[in-house]
């Protein structure tokens, strides 16, 4: 499985930005679909997940302010983060969840200036 990351960016506090995923390769089977954050030193957290059947899970520092979505026919996964903050910069990394092999994406950079 690969993925493939992009729509970070530099925004402003309080604006919006949608992280998008896609996966490719051998796609059969995967079941869940999220994104971890890692800002600089710190460790890497969990910030949302979703289920093939659409179940989500977010992290209470995030709830209400971001969305997780996912297209099971074109195999993405999308992040769509509002009102953000600039606790919220980080490198962001999509995953998969297939055969209960955890994969991982490549970052990409979300900065939010105060």
């Known amino acids: 499985v690969q993925l493939q990351a992009s729509g970070g960016g530099l925004v402003q506090a309080g604006g919006s930005l949608r992280l998008s995923c896609a996966a490719s390769?051998?796609?059969?089977?995967?079941?869940?679909m999220g994104w971890y954050r890692q800002a600089p030193g710190k460790q890497r957290e969990l910030v949302a997940t979703?289920?093939?059947?659409?179940?989500?899970n977010y992290a209470d520092s995030v709830k209400g302010r971001f969305a997780i979505s996912r297209d099971n026919t074109k195999n993405t996964v999308h992040l769509q983060m509002n009102s953000l903050k600039p606790e919220d910069t980080a490198v962001y990394y999509c995953?998969?969840?297939?055969?209960?092999?955890?994969?991982w994406g490549q970052g990409t950079q979300v900065t939010v200036s105060s």
């Open positions: 979703i289920t093939s059947g659409e179940s989500t």
């Open positions: 995953t998969a969840v297939q055969r209960r092999v955890l994969y």
């Open positions: 390769g051998s796609i059969f089977s995967i079941n869940v």
